[in-house]
């Protein structure tokens, strides 16, 4: 068959006015391991191209006065913490090119606003960070590239080393980013023994739901922000799979040629 035959065979490919699908990447990773540090990264690099972050953390569940009374009781680790169908909506509406609302939530409060709403706008590459964004497979298969955040990588350390680091960091972030006292940051885990600790949700939680699904990443950063190359070779490949966009939409029937001799 020629090309030209298979052209008129396979209209969508050729649809020179189509709008472009934008590129779906999840970042997933434990409790402070470096997710937002590495999006905000690689946005800053993609600052030619419209891109945009959406955060699973926007999505907790609000909790009701019953659980509110009982907060230290509340598992914020499981995947149950998060409205899921209403994420997955947030993504499918973006991924077609429309904007969309994403809820405000208050970390302090631990319930989101009721009356904002940040506006997300349709846009080329699209972000989902969280730490359990791997964990539903319609989630997964709406990304075109699925990113895992390691604070640190080797053998046995990593076990004790990773969640001491993101201890650490977490203590600092919650106590000086969102509003919280040092108290009900440490209420939330608990010591045991000398070098290690187990958070009463959050390491059983990043065992049980997590780092299993770390397996369906395509790409795992050790290191996190620190991790310059891998960053680098990220974003190269996002503009290469933009470009190929580009020229899908300037020149279809390259797009066709190449499909017809690959088939
Ligand atoms: P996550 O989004 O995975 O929860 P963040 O990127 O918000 O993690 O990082 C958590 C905290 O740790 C933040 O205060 C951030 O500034 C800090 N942080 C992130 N990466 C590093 C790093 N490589 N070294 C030191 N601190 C870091
Ligand atoms: O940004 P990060 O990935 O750290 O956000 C997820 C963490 O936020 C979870 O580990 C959860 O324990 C914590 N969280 C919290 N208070 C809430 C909601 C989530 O400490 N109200």
């Not at 699925?146 to 080393?161: A, C, R, S």
């Not at 991790?227 to 470009?243: P, S, W």
Request: include cysteine.
């Amino acid at each position: 068959r020629s090309p030209t035959a298979a052209s008129s065979s396979s209209s969508s490919f050729a649809d020179a006015n189509a709008p472009r699908q934008p590129f779906v990447i999840g970042v997933s990773g434990g409790t402070a391991s470096g997710k937002t540090t590495v999006c905000d990264m690689i946005i800053q690099q993609l600052h030619d191209h419209r891109v945009v972050l959406v955060n699973q953390d926007s999505f907790y569940r609000g909790l009701n006065t019953e659980e509110l009374k009982r907060v230290h009781e509340y598992n914020f680790d499981h995947p149950d913490a998060f409205d899921t169908e209403q994420l997955l909506e947030c993504v499918e509406k973006l991924k077609s090119g429309q904007y969309v609302q994403v809820p405000i939530y208050d970390f302090k409060q631990h319930r989101r606003s009721s009356d904002s709403f940040r506006q997300v706008n349709a846009s080329d590459v699209i972000i989902l960070e969280g730490i359990l964004v791997f964990h539903d497979q319609r989630v997964r298969n709406l990304m075109n590239m699925k990113i895992f955040v390691d604070t640190v990588l080797g053998f046995i350390w990593q076990f004790i080393i990773d969640a001491d680091v993101r201890l650490a960091r977490r203590i600092r972030r919650d106590t000086v980013e969102r509003g919280r006292d040092v108290n009900s940051v440490l209420e939330q885990v608990s010591l045991f023994g000398v070098m290690l600790y187990y958070a009463k949700f959050v390491k059983p939680a990043f065992d049980d739901f997590v780092l299993p699904s770390k397996k369906y990443a395509d790409v795992i950063i050790p290191r996190g922000g620190d991790n310059h190359v891998a960053i680098d070779l990220i974003v190269q490949h996002i503009r290469t799979k933009l470009g190929e966009h580009d020229l899908c939409k300037i020149y279809p029937n390259v797009y066709v040629i190449q499909s017809t001799f690959q088939i």
